[in-house]
């Protein structure tokens, strides 16, 4: 029985963000277990496939088989999930079915050219977080998806085009997307009316600990125009 499964199609491709950066984003190419059902589906036929779990040492296995029309009988393979980041719905084991499948697709060969990505950096909007180290998406919504993508003789990927959710081209192979400006954030917002400075600076009053926050909601002001208003509250 001879088996090729057709290379993946732009709409069969998702992206998603690794990484982001104070330039942009690095982004992950990827399937999801609805493309290899439909793979499936649609190469050998939805009653000639089937697919198990079991565990092996704690790690969810699943298998696909295939029912070989020539020998007449089933042929497996198999390969094991990781477990999604967890939530309180416990998601996380869901994730890891969909891992095992997905990964078991890969044996069979369905998306194996995903391997042969290029590394992806995305031209996006970030901005600094507020710990001034790390970035985020400057819009925690966007979302990317392949616009068009083409392979060579051999299978491997040699051409990329990636969208954002405007139609903006954000990536393509060969060819280098200006970086889009970084929006930097201060590490405290907070602004004081009088003097018209950041408050940066926490303070001691009356024994107890204010941070910037607290100042800023307790007493108006940063704590030099506190200290201030102490000294003027004295001598009246």
Not at 98 to 108: H, V, Y
Not at 213 to 231: D, H, I, M, S
Request: aromatic content about 10%; some cysteine; proline content about 5%.
């Amino acid at each position: 029985m001879e088996l090729k499964f057709p290379l993946l199609t732009a709409d069969d491709i998702e992206v998603k963000v690794k990484k982001v950066t104070a330039k942009g984003a690095i982004a992950l190419l990827y399937k999801t277990a609805r493309t290899d059902m439909n793979t499936l589906d649609s190469v050998v036929g939805p009653l000639n496939w089937k697919c198990s779990y079991h565990d092996v040492k704690g790690n969810l296995y699943c298998e696909i088989s295939i029912f070989d029309t020539d020998k007449k009988e089933w042929v497996s393979k198999e390969d094991c999930g990781i477990e999604s980041r967890e939530d309180d719905e416990g998601n996380q084991h869901k994730g890891e079915a969909s891992d095992a499948f997905k990964r078991a697709g890969f044996k069979w060969g369905i998306g194996r050219e995903l391997y042969t990505a290029p590394f992806t950096f995305i031209s996006c909007a970030t901005k600094q977080r507020r710990d001034g180290k790390t970035f985020e998406l400057e819009n925690p919504f966007e979302r990317f998806s392949v616009k068009e993508i083409g392979y060579d003789d051999s299978g491997k990927i040699n051409a990329l085009s990636i969208v954002d959710s405007k139609g903006k081209t954000v990536y393509e192979l060969g060819k280098k997307i200006p970086a889009q400006k970084p929006q930097t954030q201060p590490q405290n917002p907070f602004t004081c009316p009088e003097c018209g400075k950041p408050i940066t600076k926490g303070v001691k009053y009356k024994g107890q600990e204010f941070t910037p926050e607290q100042l800023y909601k307790t007493f108006g002001r940063c704590a030099e125009c506190l200290r201030k208003k102490v000294e003027a509250d004295k001598k009246s």
